[in-house]
Nanobody, 123 residues
Framework: VQLQASGGGLVQPGGSLRLSCTAS????????VGWFRQAPGKEREEVSC????????YYIDSVKGRFTISRDRTRNTVFLQMNSLKPEDTAVYYC?????????????????WGQGTLVTVSS
């Protein structure tokens, strides 16, 4: 499933953004979806995920309480609402269905990342 992340931009510290993950020509209805990010000069890291049935969501510690993952099945879209953004959240954000999403963690199962969206948190 080829996914596209969108909704990034430049925001001041403390601000909010909502990222969207959509699928071209495919449905996300029966797919777990994960969000990952890659900051400049750093390796890609997991951020959050949601299982195919929306029963389980997972967040890394650094975004807990600030980020919320959700799904709108009518729009075939998975969102990542990001509040109280910090400079360290600056990265290119990617979404993928090639994930293992559990309450205790998120693991990438593939290496196909599609187009990401840049989030820059800066004053």
């Amino acid at each position: 499933v080829q996914l596209q992340a969108s909704g990034g931009g430049l925001v001041q510290p403390g601000g909010s953004l909502r990222l969207s993950c959509t699928a071209s020509g495919n449905t996300l209805a029966n797919e777990g979806v994960g969000w990952f990010r890659q900051a400049p000069g750093k390796e890609r890291e997991e951020v959050s995920c949601i299982t195919y049935d929306d029963d389980v969501t997972y967040y890394i510690d650094s975004v807990k309480g600030r980020f919320t993952i959700s799904r709108d099945r009518t729009r075939n879209t998975v969102f990542l609402q990001m509040n109280s953004l910090k400079p360290e959240d600056t990265a290119v954000y990617y979404c993928t269905t090639e994930v293992l999403c559990m309450q205790i963690g998120l693991h990438s199962l593939g290496d196909s990342w599609g187009q990401g969206t840049l989030v820059t948190v800066s004053s």
